[in-house]
């Protein structure tokens, strides 16, 4: 696997899913104990709205849903999200590698996982959203080959080049028990000026075979690594490597 | 049938609007934070609801400015010279922003002001700022090399106004003016900005 010296990783999530909701007051307690790493606090308030069409006139169903207790760490970067039936921790640029990320799930992990029987994870995840900005040196149009390998077919319809495109695939991966969705679309317009980005997003997970116990879960995570790294390298370029270098 | 190369528009005019994912979605409102960071940079308030001060309503105000500030510069880091000047320059934002120092008649700092000055620092590849905000919310980038200064506020959407004092064979002279970043290094050469940008890690 290739170590970058800027990786382009502008978000990276990793979410285990339960089936066992978790009382407001268990959020609360576990949002207080994470405090000291992640300051700042924001208690989500959800509110799920339905508009049934059928029968003529439209109506109109709210539900509020569950609250969750988000917070983040001093600088912004370090995210984590105790939810009624989930636990999400994510880190945002700059990516300090799988090694820093893996301990503050772990950290996070012990708090939520309930002990040693664990909490019924139906679903874990790892999910990594990286954004390609490629330099536009006077350039009227970028090759996405020059840098992607994970394109849209577009018969000929114009000699102008594309305004925007979306790509998506969802499919098992070479690990029998994990799965991934992989998609492509353009930054518009790019966070960078005279840049052009393009955003690369590859979320593997598992949602068979999860042991049950607490410990084992995480070993398994670690499974979704390499997958990641191999999704990811097959989806990009030299040239596109090299402005991670 | 014949295929075209897949080109895309080096400029893309029309923003992206990506729709949401069914097989994506487990993420929810986590994911709409960080494509709301990634394709559109409209953020929202993340800041600490603990209030400082004696005005809880304009502390809370300037933790926001200052979480959307570092969600700003996150979301461009890989781009920045290293971690350490992440670091100072978040707290150069945190001491400007202190509830206990902030004038309450000024405005905190707006979010299209932090989004100005994190692209202009990126493309003009310069040395950490002296930092400031005027009392409408715009952020103010500083340099000094001896007795020449070049200060630039930061406005929503890429606008610039600049100011130049420097010290010729006749005295000292002043400019002033208002851009785009794209154009400050054009408008700056006749300045030597270089004395302002290079230098620093």
Request: aromatic residues 6%.
């Amino acid at each position: 696997m290739n170590s970058y010296l800027r990786p382009p990783i502008v978000e990276a999530v990793v979410e285990f899913l339960t089936n066992s909701p978790i009382s407001f007051d268990d959020l609360q307690a576990m949002s207080n104990k994470v405090a000291g790493d992640y300051k700042n606090q924001t208690i989500e308030k959800g509110i799920e709205v339905r508009i049934d069409t059928l029968g003529g006139a439209a109506t109109i169903h709210s539900d509020q849903t569950p609250d969750r207790f988000r917070r983040t760490s001093d600088d912004q970067a370090d995210i984590v999200i105790f939810a009624d039936t989930s636990l999400i921790v994510a880190r945002a640029a700059p990516y300090p590698g799988w090694d820093v990320l893996s301990e503050r799930i772990r950290k996070n992990w012990r708090i939520w996982s309930k002990g040693q029987s664990g909490r019924g994870v139906v679903r874990l995840g790892a999910r990594f959203i990286n954004r390609i900005d490629i330099p536009i040196n006077g350039e009227e149009r970028i090759e996405l080959s020059d840098y992607l390998n994970l394109l849209p077919q577009i018969p000929n319809i114009s000699d102008k080049p594309m305004s925007t495109f979306l790509v998506q695939a969802s499919m098992p991966t070479a690990n029998p028990h994990w799965d991934c969705n992989i998609m492509s679309t353009i930054v518009a317009p790019s966070p960078l000026l005279n840049h052009m980005s393009i955003l690369l997003d590859i979320d593997v997970f598992r949602m068979r075979d999860i042991p049950s116990k607490s410990a084992d879960v995480l070993a398994i995570l670690e499974e979704a690594r390499p997958l990641k790294n191999t999704i990811f390298e097959r989806c990009i370029t030299d040239r596109a490597r090299d402005l991670f270098r | 049938m014949t295929r075209t190369t897949q080109t895309v528009a080096a400029h893309p005019r029309t923003p992206t609007a990506l729709p949401p994912s069914g097989a994506a979605g487990a993420y929810s409102t986590q994911m709409n934070y960080a494509l709301s960071n990634a394709l559109t940079r409209s953020f929202k308030p993340l800041g600490d609801s603990k209030p400082r001060g004696s005005d809880s309503h304009l502390s809370t105000l300037l933790e926001n400015a200052k979480a959307i500030f570092k969600v700003t510069t996150n979301t461009v880091a890989m781009h920045l010279l290293s971690s350490d000047w992440r670091a100072r320059l978040f707290r150069q934002v945190d001491s400007l922003l202190d509830a206990e120092e902030w004038d309450e008649d000024d405005k905190p700092v707006v979010s299209g002001s932090s989004l100005t000055f994190i692209r202009m620092l990126i493309f003009l590849k310069a040395r950490r700022p002296g930092l400031g905000a005027t009392n409408d919310g715009n952020l103010v980038a500083s340099w000094t090399t001896g007795s020449n200064r070049l200060t630039i506020v930061c406005k929503p959407d890429d606008s610039v106004r600049w100011v130049v004092s420097t010290q010729t064979d006749v005295g000292c002279e002043t400019a002033a003016g208002q851009t785009t970043i794209l154009r400050l290094p054009v408008v700056l050469q006749p300045y030597n900005p270089q004395q302002w940008f290079s230098d620093e890690g």
